[in-house]
Antibody, heavy 119, light 107 residues
Framework: EVRLVESGGGLVQPGGSLRLSCAASGFPFRNYAMAWVRQAPGKGLEWVSTIRGSGDITYYADSVKGRFTISRDNSKNTLYLQMNGLRAGDTAIYYC????????????WGQGTLVTVSS | DIQMTQSPSSVSASVGDRVTITCRASQAISSYLAWYQQKPGKAPKLLIFAASILQSGVPSRFSGSGSGTDFTLTISSLHLEDLATYYCQQADSFPLTFGGGTKVEIK
């Protein structure tokens, strides 16, 4: 059974940093691209970032480019999102998800972790 | 960037009704289209990929169709447990983008 468990969310001041983690199990982690998708309170879904299985190719939404860094440790079956320069607009539930084809879609999701950026 | 436009933004229907949700892409995406269901307080769940292929375990009352720029999600006979918000997503190119969502309510 595929399991994705996010952690690391919380309250942070504007301009602050936070690192999210996503522990994966139940599938060959290194073979799958992984992604972060977020959802602001009462709003729709927004793709944030994707990392390929080997970790050498990454993609970012313009809204987070230069501030967020996605990475993975395939030896620990864990996905990360380093978030710097946080803004109020980054307040959201952050979901990690497996990404597969055809194309790039999200077939399994974690339960999400809430990030609140506020003074 | 490819914009995804869903309609309607909300729909209220009775148990047993047929419900249709449409999604339009701002440029052609072949069949690289996925549909997700998000129940209140829960994570999204993949329903359909490649525009028309049901994810394993999804009830057969759900179906998808379309290609190019116009797509449809149909619930053939609405069940109480289908109360949720439904999102389309283009899986064609980065940045990956979602439609604004359609909230399905039960009358």
């Amino acid at each position: 059974e595929v399991r994705l468990v996010e952690s690391g969310g919380g309250l942070v001041q504007p301009g602050g940093s936070l690192r999210l983690s996503c522990a994966a199990s139940g599938f060959p982690f290194r073979n799958y691209a992984m992604a972060w998708v977020r959802q602001a309170p009462g709003k729709g879904l927004e793709w944030v970032s994707t990392i390929r299985g080997s970790g050498d190719i990454t993609y970012y939404a313009d809204s987070v480019k230069g501030r967020f860094t996605i990475s993975r440790d395939n030896s620990k079956n864990t996905l990360y999102l380093q978030m710097n320069g946080l803004r109020a607009g980054d307040t959201a539930i952050y979901y990690c998800a497996t990404e597969s084809g055809p194309g790039d879609l999200f077939d399994y999701w974690g339960q999400g972790t809430l990030v609140t950026v506020s003074s | 960037d490819i914009q995804m436009t869903q309609s309607p933004s909300s729909v209220s229907a009775s148990v047993g009704d047929r419900v249709t949700i449409t999604c339009r892409a701002s440029q052609a995406i072949s069949s690289y289209l996925a549909w997700y269901q998000q129940k209140p307080g829960k994570a999204p769940k993949l329903l359909i990929f490649a525009a028309s292929i049901l994810q394993s375990g999804v009830p057969s009352r759900f179906s998808g169709s379309g290609s190019g720029t116009d797509f449809t999600l149909t619930i053939s006979s609405l069940h109480l447990e289908d109360l949720a918000t439904y999102y389309c997503q283009q899986a064609d190119s980065f940045p990956l983008t979602f439609g604004g969502g359609t909230k399905v309510e039960i009358k």
